[in-house]
């Protein structure tokens, strides 16, 4: 089946198990609920006969019976709830491979303007690879895919990610189960600074007093109600030990209420950190990558799923104490803040070196996991060649992968070597612009790790930069002419940082703000000093004087896009070809709006 048939039918499928599973929830609810009624008329049956022994008799299994149900509807609605967000994973597969999103997020909050390529190439925002990509739930997953597409790495590190996707893509059912479970808590999507915070600080073992006293307390005053109540001793003495209680509570209220707040909010997220890092702990990995996450997760005395499981239950119980009821009734005789204060102190101590490793383990994951998203979606898509000799760029039938497949135009090119510069020329609308961003965004995702939507792609390490969508800014008092020179000046600096990579520049409509002459004096100028140094890259322009620099300088090199009228109309094929463009259509443009021009 193809990937459309596959996540059409996946999504049939859990929509029918969720009918079921909601149709038993529905019943357990009934039942639930008569249970409940029966139990209460019992009781006051038997208190109202005077049946006070039969009643106590009665109500501890109608207690049990009850909660023994909820138990059960809870593993229900866990149930239903998963298969729902199953059957929701499938149809958001489905709306990204006709480039519709299902997904609010977006990506804009790592939008920068000052990026060398983020804003140019959508990397981020409404249509951007981001949303493309994204199958990231944690707040920690989305920005580790974030930092994948903002910046590359060493080629050892793409190859071993490009391993780690070629093993994840074909295990649709593992994959899609991780993003069901991360998606049935929505707080995993919120930042854990917090809990890592309290977590990474130095542990503030209890004093010894406090240590010994939350267990002889306890003991003291349980002794203490079990005399009153067989007379043997005042109610004042309960009372007074009571008293003593609420003052040693008191020595450590600020700093429970403290730890009460930092680990309210993230107790429901942490079962669901638990769940994940189980869900990643099952399989057994051969890539390398999976399989230093997986042994991430062993660090410590215990395996992360157990450690992080340990660290809810103590959290959820810890906040009890926000119910004035429970705090009256049994925080203050147990001492209950202590108890699990020493105990978190205890975890804090034994595995607060190791979350923010768990954690990011889960957030590299998640990022795998959509780059392996993507390649499942477009078997027609390629592992990109890596390379790190020179600088080199090669893509065979590449298309734009924000556009549909079946909408777009593939085109193939090569660069090799520093120091060139692939000219494009063409007519408006012919496809100059779209091409520099399908290479250039290509790029990215090649760097990043991801297959490429190309037959193929031989790539090596460098820097993107572009310039294709300088604006004027009214608060910075900038035309969009001096926008567009700020940012060549910034490209000239990268590209005399000679220890790093050497720059790819995407240059669209190259000083497009200022008149033809000055356009091809500065234009001419930039392209010979960009061939003074390491850099290479792709400049769009409509100065086809500009071509004939290629007649003498081998470093320049022409290619275009054409249009032609074909019965009165316009046609486009956006098909790349060698030399230069010399029919131009802005004419034809402009009589087609209504605009009389005169012979």
Known sequence: ????????????????????????????????????????????????????????????????????L??????????????????????????????????????????????PYAGDLDVFGNHSVFRLLNRTHTFEGR???????????????????????????PLIDWRQELEALASLNPTVGESPEGLKSWATRPAEPLPVYLAVLRWLLPAMT??????????LVPGWAVTGLLLVHAVVLGRTSERSKAVSEQTYAIAQTLKTYRDLLEHLSAPTFKAAVL????????????????????????????????????SLLIGLPTLWDLHYLAALE?????????????????AEIEALNSLAGLAYAHPEYTVPELQEEDLHVTVVQARHPLLR?????????????????ILITGSNMSGKSTFLRTVGTNVVLALAGSVVAAERMICSPVQVFTSMRTQDSLEENTSSFYAELKRLKTLIERTRQTENWPVL??????????????RHRGARALIFQLHETTASGFVSTHDVELGELAADHPFVHNFSFHSDVVDGKLHFDYQLQEGVCRSFNASQLMQHIGIQLQD
């Not at 903002?150 to 071993?160: F, G, S, T």
């Not at 497949?405 to 510069?421: A, E, F, H, M």
């Open 1 to 68: 089946m193809t990937p459309s048939e596959v996540f059409s039918e996946r999504e049939t499928r859990f929509l029918q198990q969720e009918l079921k599973e909601s149709a038993a929830y529905n019943r357990l609810a009934v039942i639930r609920l008569g249970w409940f009624i029966l139990g209460v008329l019992l009781l006051y049956y038997l208190f109202d006969t005077g049946r006070t022994v039969a009643a106590f008799a009665a109500g501890l299994p109608a207690v049990a019976g009850f909660l023994i």
């Open 70 to 115: 909820l138990k059960r509807h809870q593993a229900i609605q866990r149930r239903r709830d998963r298969v729902r967000r199953l059957a929701y994973v499938n149809r958001d597969e489905a709306g990204r491979l006709e480039r519709k999103f299902v997904r609010a997020e977006t990506g804009a909050e790592f939008a920068d303007p000052g990026h």
């Open 143 to 169: 920005h580790k895919l974030a930092a994948y597409l903002r910046a590359p790495v060493p080629v050892d590190e793409i190859v071993l990610r490009q391993d780690a996707v070629r093993e994840l893509q």
């Open 222 to 231: 349980l002794g203490m109600i079990v005399l009153w109540l067989n007379a």
């Open 291 to 326: 399989h230093r996450l997986q042994a991430v997760l062993t660090l410590g005395s215990r395996p992360a799923p157990a450690a992080i499981g340990r660290l809810s239950r103590l959290v959820e119980n810890l906040n009890f104490r926000r119910n004035p009821y429970f």
């Open 346 to 362: 205890r975890w804090q101590r034994t595995y607060g070196p190791y979350l923010a490793e768990w954690l990011d383990a889960l």
């Open 405 to 421: 497949p079946d909408r777009s135009v593939p085109n193939s090119l090569s660069l090799n070597g520093r120091g060139q510069t």
């Open 505 to 518: 520049y995407f240059l669209d409509e190259i000083l497009k703000g200022t008149n033809s002459a000055d």
